[in-house]
């Protein structure tokens, strides 16, 4: 499975602009990038999911280059409420299906 | 759309006592679920993937005898803690992936407490 790499934790001020980049150096072809929000004593949420150049909608932005080696989740104006840990996956094609391995993801503070 | 739930949402047992969670997706079907385990702080592993009429296939370290895994049909699976002991305390999510699409969603998640 494709391994991610993302930042532990990051901090922000409200109202800000926050990126999250994720390394993913050996994605395969058929591998989608998928983003998942979760906050405690909760399953991850979806956010967004590309598989090339840029993907919007009404939460996110997903910022994928031409080599599909990394990826940036752009959220736009934070809120408190944003405060959360922030998934970076890498499917798999397993015959069928995606499978999917969750790294460490991203604790996102988010500061009044 | 795309919900899927969980039940129970949280359940205490004693020790040696099995428990049945089960995975539901609402409003669409899905051959293909996926069984997480997270424990406090940590990230979420994988324990089986569930596909519907068929065996389940099981992580390496998960034992398939202890967490029996059922996909009847093609909006629930369920997943039972046979003979738990206080180290399967855990948070149960489960996922599943509409027909035709890439995207897992999760349910809410199960916390198990076993005393």
């Known amino acids: 499975l494709a391994k991610t790499t993302q930042p532990i934790s990051m901090d922000s001020y409200e109202g800000q602009e926050v990126n999250i980049t994720c390394s993913h150096n050996n994605i395969a072809t058929n591998d989608y990038i998928t983003w998942y929000q979760q906050f405690p004593s909760q399953g991850p949420r979806f956010i967004i999911q590309?598989?090339?150049t840029k993907v919007t909608n009404e939460v996110a932005s997903l910022f994928i280059p031409a080599d599909r080696k990394s990826s940036t989740l752009s959220l736009p104006r934070v809120s408190l409420s944003d405060t959360a840990v922030y998934y970076c996956l890498v499917g798999e094609d397993s015959g069928g299906y995606q499978k999917v391995t969750f790294g460490t993801g991203t604790k996102l503070q988010v500061i009044p | 759309g795309a919900v899927v739930s969980q039940h129970p949402s949280r359940v205490i047992c004693k020790s040696g006592t099995s428990v049945k969670i089960e995975c539901r997706s609402l409003?669409?079907?899905?051959?293909?679920m996926f069984w997480y385990r997270q424990f406090p702080k940590k990230s979420l592993m994988l324990m089986a993937t569930?596909?519907?009429?068929?065996?389940?296939?099981?992580e390496q370290g998960v034992e398939k005898d202890k967490f029996l895994i059922n996909h009847a049909s093609l909006t629930l699976s369920t997943l039972t803690v046979t003979s738990a002991h206080p180290e399967d305390s855990s948070f149960y999510i489960c996922?599943?992936?509409?027909?035709?699409?890439?995207?897992?969603?999760f349910g809410p998640g199960t916390r198990l407490l076993v005393l």
């Open positions: 569930s596909n519907e009429g068929s065996k389940a296939t099981y």
């Open positions: 409003d669409f079907q899905a051959t293909t």
């Open positions: 996922s599943a992936t509409p027909l035709g699409q890439e995207t897992q969603y």
């Open positions: 590309g598989y090339k």
